[in-house]
């Protein structure tokens, strides 16, 4: 078990350009969320997935976002035409449908956009 | 709307003083809490996770105490360490909640002076 992993780590990007960002949950995990933290706040969920269904978004989600979750495995959350706005860190989590739901997350992926 | 608090937003210590950090939610009506640990610029780790069923948790120095009447939940870390400087986050998943999806609070900075 090597935990959830988010690649890239740091991302800088152009204002209007496109990004993609990929999370890989623990293995045998069926939940998988996202959330967005900006500077001295905490984190709030964007979207989550059950195995492949993306079952609720927020409404932080514009348009511009999509995430998927091809066969249930790794996630991946694109942003479009991406704003100052959007600039944060994109944290991943994941949790196994049971009794408990303890979140695992992993080590985000700080988005600047310039 | 589920809204957490934490208060205070910062915190410095003496080494080897006790911490007391606070967490307030307004919806009583939770599935569990969990309290995070986040150091500058990385994702969350879990210290503990409190089912609404449960009063407390304990692991090691930490002890996490639950009292959903009154929408507070107390984590303390006995002995301070300068290794326990990080920022602490609570967050609650509803009963209600698609997903069990995390409400978070904005954090306890906490500073641990050798």
């Known amino acids: 078990d090597t935990g959830v992993s988010q690649n890239p780590r740091h991302k800088i990007t152009k204002r209007g350009q496109n990004v993609t960002f990929r999370c890989d949950p623990i293995?045998?995990?069926?939940?998988l969320y996202w959330y967005r933290q900006t500077l001295g706040q905490g984190p709030e969920f964007l979207t989550y997935f059950q195995n492949e269904a993306q079952l609720e978004k927020s409404r932080l989600l514009s348009d511009r976002f999509s995430a998927e979750r091809p066969k249930g495995s790794f996630s991946t959350l694109e942003i479009q035409r991406t704003e100052q706005g959007d600039s944060a860190m994109y944290l991943c989590?994941?949790?196994?449908?049971?009794?408990?739901?303890?979140?695992?997350f992993g080590p985000g992926t700080r988005l600047t956009v310039t | 709307k589920q809204e957490v608090t934490q208060i205070p937003a910062a915190l410095s210590v003496p080494e080897g003083e006790n911490l007391v950090l606070n967490c307030s939610f307004t919806d009583s009506a939770i599935y569990n809490l969990q309290w995070f640990r986040q150091d500058p610029g990385k994702g969350l780790t879990s210290l503990l996770l409190i089912q609404s069923s449960q009063r407390e948790q304990t692991s090691g120095r930490l002890n996490a105490s639950l009292d959903k009447s009154s929408g507070r939940s107390t984590l303390y870390i006995a002995a301070s360490q300068p290794g326990d400087s990080a920022t602490y986050l609570c967050?609650?998943?509803?009963?209600?909640?698609?997903?069990?999806?995390?409400?978070f609070g904005g954090g306890t900075r906490v500073l641990v002076k050798p």
């Open positions: 989590a994941s949790s196994l449908v049971g009794q408990v739901y303890e979140q695992y």
């Open positions: 967050a609650v998943s509803l009963v209600k909640a698609a997903g069990n999806k995390l409400t």
């Open positions: 293995s045998e995990h069926n939940r």
